[in-house]
């Protein structure tokens, strides 16, 4: 269904929110949050020649998200969407590279909480995630600099961008299995379609959500997290480089812009190719990227969304996994344990969210993430420990680990009763300039590294029998295919690729 006098797109759907007046009904307790510990407006708008810089400015709190910050964010970008001056934008933070952002103000939301200001504490995630759902759909590019911590709502303002430029300070994390919350923000819609390895059913995923493992720059662009790998020291120069990118408008741009047309397909090549010439031409000597081949196939298969109905499932996976590897199997032990330490029903929450998200289109999935955050901040169920566990973690610096009340697997009523909408608790993303959605990235997988799923059809389909697969493999991505030629790291996902799934072809 479409809604009257808007365009139709290519492979989109007509967003179906009605409009809100986005300055009705926030919270008067966020209002003393929109000044930094300078005196500072708390995001910073500057130009850049053809570029808007959005420039994230609450460094005592590593830029951490309240409700402010991300209204000021969703109403300046609604206005950039409207301009045929601007070229890109560009996301970044004052204090890098400590951190782009640290995640959402979850400590402040579990207080309001506590103190029963509920309204206060969903204002939050509401203009948290109708950014969200802007960024994911912007009518033009936007290029995140993940330079230094991006954990939770960092990853939110970075992962829906085609460009996510990691550095060497990268720490990337979504770690909210530690306080009884869930990988919110779309990740959960993101991650099973941009990993690039361990993910044909969102293993890989469904892992980061539930390990909460930081993972550095240098293995986040292995993974997919990050499009590309640009040193700290780089990052100056490439942005004046992005800002003298120049398209000339042959005609009055459209919301459709981003998604048809030579002129919005040659911009995107324009800025890969001019991040492509400030990124790294080799990784430090001394890398080494974390996942190993025998941990990559206890992933693959202890944590396959398409087989698993709750947690109880991945722990007795990694439990009774035994492939003969010590390697393997102490990882899987390991992780058994680590996983035994955190939120039952907060893994049993993400495990549905990314076997939902990873099937629907953003704006379901982000309202999804609007109505489990809605209903874990209410508690009306009982369920959600959220408040009580970030209360003890991060306001009272507690140095033990929280001892959960709930420690056995959701039922399907209660496991549902988080996800459903209740009348008592009205929640509705905000609807924006831009007013389409998707079920696909339109540019995502143009500019990263390949995908595993992309790298075996190639294999099956045109090197079957190849006296040389190891070398003819490498040597199409690397020298041949135009979206991965000269990528740094092709060789060493090819090479872990064909030693897990071609080993006896390529020897």
Not at 141 to 158: K, L
Not at 337 to 366: C, F, G, P, W, Y
Request: aromatic share 10%.
């Amino acid at each position: 269904m479409w809604r009257s006098g808007v365009k139709q797109l290519p492979n989109c759907k007509v967003s179906l929110l009605q409009p809100l007046k986005r300055n009705a009904g926030l919270s008067t307790s966020a209002i003393n949050y929109n000044m930094n510990a300078s005196n500072e407006p708390v995001v910073l708008y500057q130009v850049k020649d053809t570029a808007r810089l959005v420039v994230l400015n609450r460094p005592e709190k590593l830029n951490a998200l309240n409700t402010l910050m991300c209204k000021s964010m969703f109403d300046t970008l609604n206005e950039y969407s409207k301009s045929d001056l601007i070229n890109l934008v560009i996301i970044k933070s004052s204090n890098a590279p400590r951190s782009l952002c640290a995640g959402g103000d979850v400590a402040q939301v579990a207080k309001t909480n506590l103190e029963g200001n509920f309204k206060a504490s969903t204002d939050v995630f509401t203009a948290e995630y109708s950014l969200n759902y802007l960024l994911a759909t912007f009518n033009k590019p936007i290029v995140s600099f993940m330079d230094g911590i991006t954990m939770g709502g960092g990853v939110g303002v970075s992962i829906h961008s085609p460009f996510r430029v990691a550095s060497e300070f990268t720490k990337w994390a979504m770690p909210e299995m530690d306080i009884g919350f869930f990988p919110d923000v779309g990740t959960t819609f993101a991650l099973p379609r941009i990993l690039t390895l361990a993910n044909s059913n969102s293993q890989m995923a469904l892992y980061l959500c539930l390990t909460g493992d930081v993972i550095s720059g240098e293995d986040a662009y292995i993974l997919g997290l990050a499009s590309h790998y640009v040193s700290h020291d780089n990052l100056a120069r490439l942005e004046t480089r992005l800002g003298e990118i120049n398209v000339f408008h042959q005609r009055k741009h459209t919301n459709a812009s981003r998604y048809s047309g030579e002129e919005g397909v040659a911009l995107y090549d324009m800025i890969n190719d001019s991040i492509k010439e400030y990124s790294e031409p080799r990784f430090p000597s001394d890398y080494k990227f974390r996942f190993s081949d025998d941990q990559l196939i206890v992933i693959e298969r202890c944590f396959n969304i398409n087989n698993i109905t709750s947690i109880e499932d991945v722990l007795h996976n990694l439990k009774a996994f035994d492939n003969g590897s010590i390697e393997a199997k102490k990882f899987a032990t390991q992780l058994e344990e680590k996983l035994r330490t955190k939120s039952i029903t907060s893994m049993d929450v993400a495990i549905k969210l990314i076997q939902e998200n990873s099937k629907d289109h953003i704006e379901s999935a982000l309202r999804r993430d609007l109505y489990v955050a809605g209903n874990m901040c209410y508690d009306q169920s009982g369920l959600s420990e959220f408040s009580n566990a970030t209360k003890f973690k991060l306001l009272d610096k507690g140095k033990t680990p929280y001892e959960w009340k709930h420690n056995t697997p959701l039922n399907k009523i209660e496991l549902n009763s988080l996800f459903s909408t209740k009348p008592s608790i009205p929640l509705s993303l905000w609807s924006n300039n831009i007013n389409v959605t998707w079920k696909d990235y339109p540019y995502h997988l143009k500019y990263q590294l390949p995908t595993e799923q992309t790298i075996e059809t190639y294999i099956n389909e045109n090197l079957k029998g190849s006296k040389n697969l190891e070398q003819d493999t490498i040597n199409y991505f690397l020298n041949y295919n135009k979206d991965t030629k000269d990528k740094l790291g092709v060789k060493l996902l090819c090479n872990s690729i064909l030693r897990r799934k071609f080993q006896s072809n390529s020897q």
